[in-house]
Every structure is written in C-alpha cells, then in structure tokens.
T-cell receptor, first 111, second 113 residues
Framework: DAKTTQPPSMDCAEGRAANLPCNHS???????VYWYRQIHSQGPQYIIH???NNETNEMASLIITEDRKSSTLILPHATLRDTAVYYC????????????FGQGTELSVKP | NAGVTQTPKFQVLKTGQSMTLQCAQD?????MSWYRQDPGMGLRLIHY???????DQGEVPNGYNVSRSTTEDFPLRLLSAAPSQTSVYFC????????????FGPGTRLTVL
C-alpha cells in the first residue's frame, strides 16, 4: 500500500483558503487519492477523491501533481467549522478496498 | 435514511467482561468495517466484511470477533475485554465498487477498567 506523509498541524485564517499538502510518492498508477476529515470526536467524513485530474465539489478542490506523487486539498474559504483533522489516504488494494488512515493534519481555523 | 448507527454511545467494562458493539446501516451497502481510534492516533482497521456471510481481518483483529448474517448489521464482539481495548470504535459502510466513499457512524466510546 502506498504511504502518505502530511504535516501534523496547520493554521488558517477564517475566510482564507486552506491548502493542505500530502505526499504519496509510492502511489501506484491505478490507486486513487482520498481525503477525509474528522471533526472532534465525530466519525470521519468523506471530502473528495481523485486519480490524476483535478477535482472539485461543493466542499473542496483536489489538485494532484502530474507525476501523482503529491496532492493538495484546498478549502477555498475556510470557516471555524472546518477545524478538524484531515486525512489523505491512498486507496489500499485488496479485498474490500479497506482505507488505511495515517496521522493526518490537524487544521485550526482561527478568527 | 438514518445512515450508519452505532450503539451504545458509551460503555464501561471491567477486565474480562464480554460485550457486543452494534452497528447497523440502512443504505443497502455490502461493505462494512470496524475501526478503532486511540488518543492522538488515526483510525486502525479491525475487521471488515464485503457482504453477508463474508468477513476478514484488518490491521488489529486480535481480541475481536465479527459476523455478518445480514446486509444491515455488523456487530463487533469483545470476548474478554482488556484495558488495551479502551478506545473509540467506529463502524463504516459503503457501496460495492472499488472507489466509493465510506460513511462512518458516530462512534462508541469504550473504557475497560
């Protein structure tokens, strides 16, 4: 399974864009990049996923480098409610396609 | 839809006691899984199931049993609780298909004394 590396913590001012990086240099050609977040004490919440093209939904944008070795999750206008731990996950192979969570990035959005 | 539900929300056990954590989903998802989360750590996969009657081990299966007799339910059993099993437990489900998102339940906070 490809491993991911994320900074342990980041700060962002409310209303500004939050850019969360993730390194996945050993990703295989047909493995997807997923992002989940976990707001304090709650179950993780799916945000977005992608293979090689940039993706956007109502929550965030995902930018994947051309060599696919890294990606960036962008929250365009961060709010206090976006304070959470953000997990970058490369989709594990095997029966059931289980998700392997790393340590994630703790994002603090400050007023 | 209620989504993924878990009961109980909180539980305190004594060492050696047994109990079952309940998980149910009403989205007709075939894939279900159990994770545990210890303080300051990410989630670790305990067991998962790709459909009724089929289960498999995850990263940390020791001390836990599962069964899947229906599509809706995926209970997690602790046969003889140990303090090392003090954790928050999350259940998740998703549709079959390799790249579909997972839906997580609200969690069960378990303390073993």
């Amino acid at each position: 399974d490809a491993k991911t590396t994320q900074p342990p913590s980041m700060d962002c001012a409310e209303g500004r864009a939050a850019n969360l990086p993730c390194n996945h240099s050993t990703i295989s050609g047909n493995e997807y990049v997923y992002w989940y977040r976990q707001i304090h004490s709650q179950g993780p919440q799916y945000i977005i996923h992608g293979l090689k093209n940039n993706e956007t939904n109502e929550m965030a944008s995902l930018i994947i480098t051309e060599d696919r070795k890294s990606s960036t999750l962008i929250l365009p206008h961060a709010t206090l409610r976006d304070t959470a731990v953000y997990y970058c996950i490369v989709r594990a192979y095997g029966q059931g396609g289980k998700l392997i969570f790393g340590q994630g990035t703790e994002l603090s959005v400050k007023p | 839809n209620a989504g993924v539900t878990q009961t109980p929300k909180f539980q305190v056990l004594k060492t050696g006691q047994s109990m079952t954590l309940q998980c149910a989903q009403d989205m007709n998802h075939e894939y279900m899984s159990w994770y545990r989360q210890d303080p300051g750590m990410g989630l670790r996969l305990i067991h998962y199931s790709v459909g009724a009657g089929i289960t498999d081990q995850g990263e940390v299966p020791n001390g836990y049993n599962v069964s899947r007799s229906t599509t809706e339910d995926f209970p997690l059993r602790l046969l003889s609780a140990a303090p090392s099993q003090t954790s928050v437990y999350f259940c998740a489900s998703r549709q079959t298909g390799t790249y579909n998102e997972q839906f997580f339940g609200p969690g069960t906070r378990l303390t073993v004394l």
